[in-house]
C-alpha cells in the first residue's frame, strides 16, 4: 500500500543505546513514553526484530545492511587485528546516507557515530565522509550527556557548545534533528530526506535532568521482583509475549527486592535510567512535530529500535582509564572531581556522579528474557522495532512476529526508494545487501525472511524459523523451540544432535563467507599485543 502520489518517501531512523526490551510503554514497561506508545498506536510494533548486541557492531550493520564482520566493525571501534576488526567503517560497505544521497536524497545525522576507530581526527570512516551532508553528533560510544567528548558539527570539534547553560546532550540531539527537518522544509521542501538519530540514552552514566527524574519518583518502588511480572503481565495482554512461556529467573547474582540492601539508592538508579528514556521520548515528540509542520508526517517513514539488549555492565572507581579513554571528563564544567563508580552512598544523575544501573534492573529490562548486552541470547539481541509512516501502512497498533535483524533495514530503504545499491563504488567492490525488505511484512505477508546469524566475541546465535541456537562463548550450542520456549529455559541440544550439527554447519558456513574470525585468533592476537607492549 505504497503512497500513490509518486513522491518518495522520507525515512527517519531513529536508534537508542544499551535498552531493553521491555521498558518503553508499547512494550509493557513503566517507563513514560507517550511519544513512542502513539508512533505505535499509529504504526506497528516488531515482536521478534533483533539487533546485534552491541553499540558498533550493531550501528555497522544498521547502517550498511551488512554483518558487522562484513564492514570492518568485528567488535568494537578498537583495532583487533585481522581483516573485519579494523574499528573502522571499511570500503567494502555503503551507509544508507551514501546510497540514498546518490539516488537525490539529502542526508542528516544527529547523535552518536561510533563506528570510527580515530575519534579525535577526522577520517574517511567519519559520517561526513561517510554520506552525511549535515552531521551533529559525539564520534566516541559514550560519555557525558552534560560535557560530551568528541561533540562534532561537519568534521569540526564543537565541545564548546556543550558550554552553554542547560546543555543536555539528549535535547541536543532531538533539537539539532528538528532543526534539520525545520531546514530542509525551509531550503529543499520539494526533496526527500534520510535522518539518522542516534540517541546516546539510556546508555551509562545515568545522567538526568532532575525535573524527570523526579517525575518518575515512586515509579518503581514496588521492585525489581514485582516489577517484572507486572510487566510480563502487560506484555502477555499486549500480546507480544506467549503466555506459555515461563518468566525466566531473576539473575542469580542480585538478591530478591525484599533482601536487597540500599533500597532508596537503587530505586534513584532506576529512575534515573527511566528519566534518560523519557527526555528521550520528549525529545522524539519534537522530531515527530517539526514533521508535522513541515508537513511530511504522512509520507515518511519514521523507524525506532535500540542498538543492543539491557545493560548490566558496572562502572567501577577507574577514574583514570574512563577519562584518558575519553569515555568521561574528569571535572564537571564548573571545576568539581567527577566521582566514579557504583556507590550506594552517592546518589546518581548529576554532572558530578559516573554510574550504571546494574545487573537487577538490567534484568527487568530485558523481562521475560535472560542475559544482556554481549550476548546473543534474547536479552542481548532483542529489540523493539517500531515503524510509523501513514501513507504507506494501512494497519494501526498491530503487531508483527515475523523475525528479523539489522541488515533488512537498509534492504528496506532500498525497496521503498527505488534506490539503487552499488556493486562498485570508488573503484572499490561493495559486499551485497544481506537483508530482506520489510516492506511485505507491513503488510501482513511473509518476506521469506530465509536464516538469521549473529556472532559477538564468539557468543553466537542462528535463528531458523522456529529453531534457535545459541552459545555463550566458549559454551557449547544450546538449542531452544522459540515457538514454545522464546525465554530459552529448556535446551532441546541433547535431544536434537542432528538439527544441532546442521545449524552449526550453517553457522560455520555463514561466519567463514562473512568473515568471521574465531575467537580463539582474536584472543592471541590480543595476548601478543600485551607481551609486545610490555
Ligand atoms: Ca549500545
Given at each position: 500500500m505504497k503512497d500513490t502520489s509518486g513522491k518518495r518517501p522520507n525515512v527517519v531512523l531513529i536508534l537508542n543505546d544499551d535498552m531493553g526490551f521491555s521498558d518503553i510503554g508499547c512494550y509493557g514497561g513503566e517507563v513514560r513514553t507517550p511519544n513512542l506508545d502513539r508512533l505505535a498506536g499509529r504504526g506497528l510494533r516488531f515482536t521478534q526484530f533483533y539487533n546485534t548486541a552491541r553499540c558498533s557492531p550493531s550501528r555497522a550493520s544498521l547502517l550498511t545492511g551488512l554483518h558487522p564482520h562484513q564492514t570492518g566493525i568485528g567488535i568494537l571501534t578498537g583495532d583487533d587485528g585481522p581483516e573485519g576488526y579494523r574499528g573502522n567503517l571499511n570500503k567494502r560497505c555503503v551507509t544508507i546516507a551514501e546510497v540514498l544521497g546518490r539516488a537525490g536524497y539529502a542526508t542528516y545525522m544527529s547523535g552518536k557515530w561510533h563506528v570510527a576507530n580515530d575519534v579525535i581526527n577526522p577520517t574517511d570512516a567519519w559520517p561526513a565522509q561517510r554520506g552525511f551532508q549535515r552531521f551533529y553528533g559525539t564520534i566516541i560510544g559514550a560519555g557525558s550527556y552534560f560535557d560530551p567528548n568528541t561533540l562534532t558539527r561537519g568534521n569540526e570539534n564543537v565541545e564548546g557548545e556543550a558550554r552553554a547553560d542547560g546543555f543536555y546532550y539528549?535535547?541536543?540531539?532531538?533539537?539539532?534533528?528538528?532543526?534539520?527537518?525545520?531546514?530542509?522544509?525551509?531550503?529543499?521542501?520539494?526533496?526527500?530526506?534520510?535522518?539518522?538519530?542516534?540517541?546516546?540514552?539510556?546508555h551509562w552514566p545515568l545522567h538526568a535532568m532532575e525535573e524527570d527524574v523526579a517525575a518518575c519518583a515512586g515509579r518503581v518502588a514496588s521492585g525489581w521482583d514485582e516489577l517484572r511480572r507486572e510487566r510480563l503481565k502487560r506484555?502477555?495482554?499486549?500480546?507480544?509475549?506467549?503466555?506459555?512461556?515461563?518468566?525466566?529467573?531473576?539473575?542469580?547474582?542480585?538478591?530478591?527486592?525484599?533482601?536487597?540492601?540500599?533500597?532508596?539508592?537503587q530505586c534513584r538508579r532506576m529512575e534515573v535510567y527511566a528519566a534518560q528514556i523519557d527526555r528521550m521520548d520528549q525529545g522524539i515528540g519534537r522530531i515527530v512535530r517539526a514533521l508535522e509542520a513541515a508537513g511530511v508526517l504522512?509520507?515518511?517513514?519514521?523507524?525506532?529500535?535500540?542498538?543492543?539488549?539491557?545493560?548490566?555492565?558496572?562502572?567501577?572507581?577507574?577514574?583514570?582509564g574512563f577519562v584518558a579513554g575519553r569515555l568521561a571528563r574528569g571535572q564537571t564544567r564548573d571545576g568539581r572531581d567527577v566521582r566514579f563508580g557504583n556507590d550506594p552512598h552517592v546518589s546518581p544523575g548529576g554532572e558530578e556522579t559516573y554510574q550504571s544501573y546494574g545487573i537487577a534492573w538490567a534484568n527487568l529490562s530485558n523481562?521475560?528474557?535472560?542475559?544482556?548486552?554481549?550476548?546473543?541470547?534474547?536479552?542481548?539481541?532483542?529489540?523493539?522495532?517500531?515503524?510509523?509512516?501513514?501513507?504507506g501502512i494501512a494497519a494501526a497498533g498491530e503487531l508483527r512476529h515475523q523475525p528479523g535483524q539489522l541488515t533488512d533495514i537498509m534492504a528496506t530503504v532500498l525497496?521503498?526508494?527505488?534506490?539503487?545499491?552499488?556493486a562498485e563504488l570508488n573503484g572499490n567492490e561493495i559486499c551485497p545487501c544481506e537483508g530482506a525488505s520489510l516492506l511485505p511484512v507491513f503488510d501482513n505477508r511473509s518476506?521469506?525472511?530465509?536464516?538469521?546469524?549473529?556472532?559477538?566475541?564468539?557468543?553466537?546465535?542462528?535463528?531458523?524459523?522456529?529453531?534457535?541456537?545459541?552459545?555463550?562463548?566458549?559454551?557449547?550450542?544450546?538449542?531452544?523451540?522459540?515457538?514454545?520456549?522464546r525465554t530459552e529455559m529448556n535446551n532441546l541440544a541433547d535431544d536434537e544432535p542432528k538439527r544441532v550439527r546442521e545449524?552449526?554447519?550453517?553457522?560455520?558456513?555463514?561466519?567463514?563467507?562473512?568473515?568471521?574470525?574465531?575467537?580463539?585468533?582474536?584472543?592471541?592476537?590480543?595476548?601478543?599485543?600485551?607481551?609486545?607492549?610490555g
Open positions: 539528549t535535547d541536543a540531539i532531538s533539537d539539532n534533528a528538528a532543526a534539520f527537518v525545520k531546514d530542509h522544509a525551509a531550503a529543499k521542501g520539494g526533496e526527500p530526506f534520510f535522518m539518522y538519530v542516534a540517541y546516546t540514552a539510556p506484555m502477555v495482554e499486549m500480546g507480544i509475549i506467549d503466555p506459555s512461556w515461563t518468566l525466566t529467573e531473576r539473575d542469580p547474582r542480585e538478591p530478591a527486592w525484599r533482601d536487597a540492601p540500599h533500597k532508596d539508592w504522512h509520507n515518511t517513514l519514521i523507524i525506532f529500535l535500540s542498538d543492543n539488549g539491557a545493560c548490566a555492565e558496572i562502572v567501577g572507581k577507574h577514574k583514570a523481562t521475560p528474557f535472560r542475559l544482556y548486552k554481549h550476548w546473543t541470547h534474547e536479552g542481548g539481541i532483542a529489540t523493539p522495532l517500531i515503524v510509523h509512516w501513514p501513507a525497496d521503498l526508494t527505488g534506490a539503487e545499491y552499488p518476506n521469506d525472511r530465509g536464516v538469521l546469524y549473529f556472532e559477538h566475541e564468539g557468543n553466537a546465535a542462528v535463528r531458523d524459523g522456529r529453531w534457535k541456537l545459541v552459545r555463550n562463548y566458549p559454551g557449547d550450542w544450546e538449542l531452544y523451540d522459540m515457538e514454545a520456549d545449524m552449526a554447519a550453517g553457522y560455520d558456513a555463514w561466519a567463514d563467507r562473512c568473515g568471521v574470525v574465531p575467537r580463539e585468533k582474536i584472543l592471541e592476537i590480543h595476548k601478543r599485543r600485551r607481551k609486545k607492549g
